[in-house]
C-alpha cells in the first residue's frame, strides 16, 4: 500500500532542498497540509496537484 502523506523531512528529501527549507515552504499560504497536534504532513496526492500548478510553464 502506497503512502498517502509524508512528513517535512520526507519532502525535504523529495524535493532536494534542506529541512529549514521545507519549513518554511509547508508554512505557505496554499501549500497543502494537515495538522495532527504539532505534526505537520502533507498529503501526497495534494502536494503532487500543487506541484504542478506551481509550476513555471514557459
Known amino acids: 500500500m502506497e503512502k498517502t502523506t509524508m512528513s517535512v523531512q520526507e519532502l525535504s528529501a523529495q524535493m532536494g532542498i534542506s529541512l529549514p527549507k521545507a ?10 497540509i494537515i495538522k495532527v497536534g504539532a505534526r505537520i504532513l502533507i498529503p501526497v496526492e495534494a502536494f503532487r496537484e500543487w506541484l504542478i500548478r506551481n509550476s513555471i510553464k514557459e
Open 23 to 32: 519549513y518554511e515552504l509547508v508554512k505557505e499560504p496554499g501549500f497543502p
